[in-house]
């Protein structure tokens, strides 16, 4: 709920400074490992966003896979779990390029 609290007050900031009234379209990105459930987020959004300048609003929420760097490989991969394992070597990566994100990456407004 806090996650969802905090986005809807940058969101209204940001409308704010806009000089919009209303936001019609809420876009968050989220990554797999960030242990943030989609579902969850959407429930927050219906039940806190009435009220505020996104009550209304469409949430749009994309999903990141988590990344990884393999030092071997000089590549970057995508796992979904934290002991990711490159797929071409099958040397295990401890270096996280992304995947824990949880950013609001756009608001379209009127
Ligand atoms: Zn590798």
Request: glycine residues 8%; charged residues 20%; hydrophobic residues 45%.
């Amino acid at each position: 709920m806090s996650i969802m609290e905090a986005t809807l007050e940058v969101a209204a900031g940001q409308a704010r400074k806009a000089g919009a009234d209303r936001i019609c379209v809420v876009t968050l990105r989220i990554g797999s490992l960030s242990g943030v459930v989609p579902d969850a987020l959407r429930f927050a959004f219906d039940a806190l966003s009435p009220g505020t300048p996104a009550g209304g609003a469409e949430l749009r929420i994309e999903t990141v896979p988590a990344s990884f760097w393999c030092s071997a490989c000089q590549a970057r991969f995508q796992a979904d779990n934290l002991l990711a394992v490159c797929p071409s070597c099958q040397s295990l990566s401890r270096e996280l390029l992304g995947g824990r994100e949880l950013e609001l990456t756009s608001l379209e407004v009127e």
